[in-house]
């Protein structure tokens, strides 16, 4: 079998274990937020149409100060086997619109890079997949005339899947090896075994 080597180099500010916080060291163990899981669509903005095909428009967003709020509800989550996903319907007179984004945290690499098998529909019949790559770490805001903590979730790396993508993506410590999908629908099917070898700086 063919195989595709992907290098991707990205640069990453370190934090050292001794000082991180309560709040890094449970989303780095489990991909939670005060033991809640993270929004399904805060990390669908890391994800742009597909009609926009460029590096993703959002580079960094904040977990602490998107918890629980009325764009961002707990309550919207649902999980089915190991996917977390979210709905949208919006009405625009007579017209509906659907959207869902969906996620698959499959692990953390080495200087903790989490990877996350991710997955979009607007009411049709595709699901247009990403792997995604995030870090964590923390920050301070003014606001309000005084200083707010920040825990932030930056995307690092991205590689499309394409459309329903069904192969069994493995997480190594310095590697993602992506097999080939041998059920995959439409275009940017993945024909050849790709292994994502990353250059952390």
Not at 68 to 77: P, R, V
Not at 145 to 169: A, P
């Amino acid at each position: 079998m063919k195989k595709i080597v992907v290098f991707l180099v990205c640069s990453i500010l370190i934090t050292s274990p001794a000082i991180a916080s309560e709040q890094l060291f449970e989303v780095n163990s489990k991909f939670t937020y005060k033991n809640k899981p993270i929004h399904p669509f805060l990390i669908g903005q890391f994800s742009n149409w597909c009609s926009d095909y460029r590096p993703p428009m959002t580079k960094t967003v904040d977990i602490s100060a998107a918890f629980d709020t009325n764009q961002y509800q707990l309550s919207e989550i649902k999980k089915r086997n190991d996917w977390l996903f979210s709905e949208k319907v919006e009405r625009d007179g007579g017209f509906r619109f659907y959207e869902s984004f969906h996620y698959h945290w499959l692990g953390k690499m080495e200087n903790d890079v989490h990877v996350l098998e991710a997955g979009a529909n607007g009411g049709g019949s595709g699901f247009f997949m990403d792997l995604i790559f995030v870090r964590f770490s923390e920050d301070e805001i003014m606001w309000e005339n005084k200083r707010e903590k920040q825990l932030l979730m930056s995307v690092v790396g991205i590689y499309s899947l394409g459309d329903r993508y069904d192969g069994d993506i493995k997480v190594y410590a310095d590697k993602v090896v992506i097999p080939v999908s041998k059920g995959q629908f439409g275009g940017g099917s993945i024909e050849k075994d790709v292994e994502l070898k990353f250059s952390i700086n």
